[in-house]
């Protein structure tokens, strides 16, 4: 087994809560993830629950230069990777906080609306009122025609994104441990 991968399943077995898994996503599911994002009109996209970049490289390769990433991480040890990770890249920028903040971030930095939301979150190990209250951010902050896309390893929480965005497409990804569902939202 790598490095990383022992690294992330250390971080996994003292933080099992609010990692939810214990291994990064298979490149499978961070192109099926991706690959959600148009590049022409992805301005200003933002990660939530990135753990060590995993996805975050496959969504770097989809954006233009001028493009801004911004990413929400709450465990320190990972924070401290991202940044080793992408300290050369401008696009980026890491904020190590709970996204349930993200609002106050956007009003400091002048960001007035976001292309596209890519989560990792865990929603089904947090409390219903969390998961409700970071994803009603998302879709307050999404631009109309932006997207909101979050994996899943079971079908529990489907109906909570129809609830929270009107609308919802699956995709299923087998090669993944353990195989996992992209749901995305559009904003309307
Ligand atoms: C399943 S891991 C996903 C890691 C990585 N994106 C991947 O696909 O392998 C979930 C990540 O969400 C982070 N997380 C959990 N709650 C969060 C919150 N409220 N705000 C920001 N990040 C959070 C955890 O620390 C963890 O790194």
């Avoid at 099926?32 to 590049?39: G, Q």
């Avoid at 992805?42 to 939530?48: C, N, P, S, T």
């Avoid at 979050?150 to 195989?179: A, E, T």
Wanted: charged residues 25%; proline residues 5%.
């Amino acid at each position: 087994m790598g490095q990383q991968r022992l690294d992330f399943l250390r971080e996994s077995f003292r933080n099992l809560r609010s990692t939810g898994s214990v291994a990064p996503s298979s490149r499978f599911l961070c192109r099926a993830i991706a690959e959600k994002i148009d590049p022409l009109r992805a301005k200003v996209v933002v990660e939530l629950g990135p753990g060590d970049g995993v996805i975050t490289h496959f969504i770097l390769k989809r954006l233009q230069p001028d493009a801004l990433l911004l990413i929400f991480e709450i465990n320190e040890a990972f924070v401290k990777k991202l940044h080793v990770a992408f300290q050369h890249d401008k696009r980026v920028v890491i904020i190590y906080d709970s996204a349930e903040n993200m609002g106050r971030y956007f009003d400091e930095m002048g960001i007035k609306q976001v292309d596209y939301f890519i989560s990792g979150i865990p929603f089904i190990m947090l409390p219903e009122v969390l998961a409700e209250r970071i994803t009603s951010a998302c879709l307050h902050w999404l631009a109309v025609g932006g997207r909101f896309v979050q994996f899943h390893y079971f079908p529990l929480m489907l109906h909570f994104y129809k609830r929270i965005f009107g609308n919802m497409d699956v995709d299923v990804v087998p090669l993944n441990i353990p195989p996992a569902l992209v749901v995305c939202c559009e904003k309307r």
